[in-house]
């Protein structure tokens, strides 16, 4: 280990079945049973946003729809989810992992990467503040994290995957390759359903695999993304741990595609406004900022541009609500039958404070704002899971406008605007 004594020391948290787990805090009655967190069972589309452990053996997977999952358990217990709930509990977890570190950088609302290089003498090594950690949880809060100790924050990452539930996994420089190089090239950090399977054809089917593979040959097959994991699958990041609450305050996000053909009709601007509002909502709500406000840039096929913006009455980080203002926007602004080349829609007015929603503005229904939140939220997860492409609505998929939602992340491609 003298070699790599400047090495950090990071750990990655990862909290066990978190939405149910807060659930069942409030139903200790259903600890016993198969039970699952979803949408309003007497919705046709509702879905299961989370389940626990048993749920799980029983062939419960998340995003599908209720009555699938009762099909395969049909004893299933239900609960409606309570994100004020998921948030406060996030707050009280990271404020536990702040005893030992101001080294902590949340990843989603139930993992953070800590760096706890510097508070060892204080509390002992990686693996002893993870255990810690897991203990202190335990007691105060009465859930279970796992936690992977390790040089870097993927490595980190890989060792809270490697064992679940409530375990601590140490990767070390001399035993990642024993511990990692066998797996899937599916499981390595970075890597999504899509990848995964292009790397298959090229006859990558480990970590290891990947490992050895010809960097440039992945950087020709995925660009940027391909050195990206060649690095992951060898050990190598050197990403830092931000201090909690660090981060460049964002001012606006935006997507704009020129389109394959003109847009025309009204179905075409429809199709395309919500192609762009899920972009622009999906890196909202993965950047944690809800907008209050909506601009919309429209060119024309002369290249005359508009640019107009409407304030929202609550903040909003929903691909559905998004659209709906920027359609009006559209429809306020821009002479019917005038050929749309290009259209751009901005989420300005930026909040990171994501209580500051007023509910009860304007008699809103609450219950449907709700379920589309939680709708979205699943199909973040889903896309972090299987890619960009597993999940999309209907109306934008098998378009001729030249919309395609881009694997990596950067939204719809469409023609080159000169
Ligand atoms: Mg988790």
Not at 48 to 64: D, Y
Not at 252 to 272: C, K, Q, W, Y
Not at 334 to 344: A, G
Not at 398 to 413: Q, T
Request: charged share 30%; aromatic share 8%.
């Amino acid at each position: 280990m003298d070699t790599y004594k400047k090495d950090r020391v990071i750990l990655h948290c990862d909290m066990n079945g978190f939405f149910a787990s807060v659930e069942l805090l409030d139903h200790p009655e259903l600890r016993d049973k198969p039970m699952a967190v979803s949408g309003d069972p007497n919705n046709r589309h509702g879905i299961i946003l989370a389940k626990n452990q048993l749920a799980k053996e029983h062939g419960v997977v998340t995003a599908e729809t209720i009555w699938k999952a009762k099909e395969k358990c049909p004893q299933l217990q239900l609960v409606r989810p309570h994100m004020d709930k998921y948030k406060l509990y996030c707050g009280k977890i990271n404020r536990i992992y702040q005893r030992f570190t101001d080294m902590v950088e949340p990843f989603s609302i139930d993992e953070s990467w800590l760096d706890v290089t510097a508070s060892r003498s204080l509390f002992g090594s990686g693996k002893e503040i993870a255990d810690t950690i897991r203990r202190t949880v335990k007691e105060e809060l009465n859930l279970t994290l796992s936690a992977g100790v390790s040089f870097n924050k993927v490595m980190a990452k890989m060792g809270s995957e490697y064992k679940k539930p409530d375990a601590t996994t140490v990767i070390t420089r001399e035993n990642f390759k024993d511990m990692l190089w066998h797996l899937p090239a599916g499981q390595l950090f970075g890597v999504g359903r899509a990848t995964a399977e292009k790397l298959k054809k090229s006859g990558i089917k480990t970590i290891g695999d990947i490992a050895s593979a010809d960097k440039n040959y992945l950087v020709s097959l995925f660009g940027k993304q391909g050195k990206i994991i060649w690095e992951h699958a060898n050990g190598i990041d050197d990403s830092p741990v931000a201090l909690y609450n660090q981060r460049e305050p964002m001012k606006s996000v935006g997507n704009g595609v020129t389109f394959r053909r003109d847009l025309t009709t009204e179905s075409d601007i429809s199709t395309a406004v919500k192609a762009l509002s899920d972009t622009v909502a999906g890196r909202l709500r993965k950047y944690g900022y809800k907008a209050y406000g909506i601009k919309v840039d429209i060119k024309d096929s002369y290249f005359k541009t508009i640019s107009r913006q409407k304030q929202l009455f609550a903040p909003t980080w929903l691909s559905g609500e998004i659209a709906k203002a920027s359609i009006e926007i559209i429809h306020a602004s821009w002479k019917k039958n005038v050929p749309i080349r290009m259209l751009t829609i901005t989420a300005i007015n930026l909040t990171d404070d994501l209580n500051q929603e007023q509910l009860s503005l304007f008699g809103e229904n609450i219950e449907s704002k709700f379920l589309n939140e939680k709708v979205e939220l699943t199909m973040d997860e889903v896309r972090k899971k299987y890619g960009s492409h597993a999940i999309g609505f209907a109306s934008v998929i098998n378009n001729d406008l030249g919309i395609d939602i881009k694997s990596d992340g950067d939204g719809p491609a469409g023609r080159k605007d000169i």
